[in-house]
């Protein structure tokens, strides 16, 4: 699988990198670990190299998790990305914290739960309002003056967050949500990304496994789902029915409803890597099938008129002006 540059990060990556936000049993329920770590070795042999996790997925679990995947996996050909920005009380809550102090306390906590010495890419995971952000680069570049980590990011940062983040520390990579039914930062986050060279590692790809094409808009769900607004009524299966019409366009390209999304988000600009959460090993196999592959311009846009609002519209050059 090919390498790509991950912005100005100096790290090299696969196009798909795999998530652990499943591993988190509050969002997602319980989940086989041991089906994860298959899966995870799986795509790894494929040619997947970037792992994405967080101190907040299960409060640890999934590191510690990832920790348990990559043991006896040579470490120099796998780029380890986590999070970093809760203060874990023992009652189980959590405020955010994003004082030099703390920064640098959970991160030798995310090494040691993952046996690893390096972490290759820290994340805030949120932005924090309270701590200077003076204050919260020097901490982050001390740590890579450490050898602790090799290169630092945001995640959940909007462009405006972003820039300020910037004007006092060497962030060269966020994570966003995006998908073609909610293209987030689209108009704003995106374009400047693009312009400062700021890799871009987008999560929900799949927009939490509606955009997989495997729903009727009949289901029910017993995980955090079932509060969401697209996953119940009308809604969801209006959505279901939308992602379902794709199927002749997928059969086009002989791929999957789910490889065709896959593809089409990869194909953006901005978009270096989709953070896919994988549970199965037919699962990243589905997904490694969308890799390479690219659209038409004109199919590109009918996909993403059909599942969500995206760049769709088409100028009237014989239109009046006033």
């Known amino acids: 699988m090919n390498r790509i540059q991950l912005g100005s990060s100096g790290l090299e990556v696969s196009p798909i990198s795999i998530g652990t936000w499943q591993l988190s049993p509050r969002f997602w329920g319980e989940q086989s670990k041991e089906d994860y770590i298959a899966a995870l070795r799986y795509a790894i042999e494929n040619g997947v190299n970037f792992i994405d996790t967080a101190e907040a997925y299960g409060d640890g679990y999934a590191e510690t998790v990832v920790g348990e995947a990559i043991q006896g996996l040579t470490r120099d050909d796998l780029v380890i990305a986590t999070k970093v920005f809760n203060y874990f009380n023992d009652d189980g809550t959590r405020y955010p914290d994003l004082s030099p102090e703390h920064i640098t306390a959970r991160c030798d906590v995310s090494l040691s739960r993952m046996g690893?010495?390096?972490?290759?890419?820290?994340?805030?995971?949120?932005?924090?309002?309270?701590?200077?952000?003076?204050?919260?680069?020097?901490?982050?570049?001390?740590?890579?003056?450490q050898g602790k980590i090799k290169a630092y990011g945001v995640s959940n940062h909007n462009v405006e967050q972003t820039r300020a983040q910037r004007a006092f520390g060497d962030y060269s990579v966020t994570q966003p949500p995006y998908s073609l039914i909610e293209p987030a930062g689209e108009d704003d986050l995106l374009p400047y990304c693009q312009s400062e060279r700021i890799g871009v590692m987008i999560y929900s790809p799949m927009h939490k496994g509606l955009l997989t094409g495997k729903y009727t808009g009949e289901e029910t769900f017993a995980d955090f789902r079932q509060n969401h607004p697209d996953f119940s009524g009308d809604r969801f299966r209006y959505l279901a029915s939308r992602v379902k019409s794709l199927q002749p366009l997928a059969d086009k390209y002989d791929l999957t409803i789910y490889q065709l999304v896959l593809a089409t988000t990869l194909m953006h600009p901005s978009i270096?890597?989709?953070?896919?959460?994988?549970?199965?090993?037919?699962?990243?196999?589905?997904?490694?099938?969308?890799?390479?592959?690219?659209?038409?311009?004109?199919?590109?846009?009918?996909?993403?008129?059909?599942?969500?609002?995206?760049?769709?519209?088409?100028?009237?050059?014989?239109?009046?002006?006033?």
């Open 116 to 145: 690893i010495e390096t972490v290759d890419l820290y994340l805030l995971h949120m932005f924090d309002h309270l701590t200077p952000l003076a204050d919260i680069a020097g901490a982050l570049d001390r740590l890579r003056e």
């Open 272 to 322: 270096n890597v989709a953070v896919c959460g994988i549970k199965t090993r037919d699962q990243i196999a589905e997904a490694l099938g969308a890799v390479d592959k690219e659209l038409s311009r004109e199919d590109y846009f009918e996909v993403r008129k059909a599942v969500g609002p995206g760049p769709t519209k088409v100028a009237d050059t014989k239109g009046s002006r006033k």
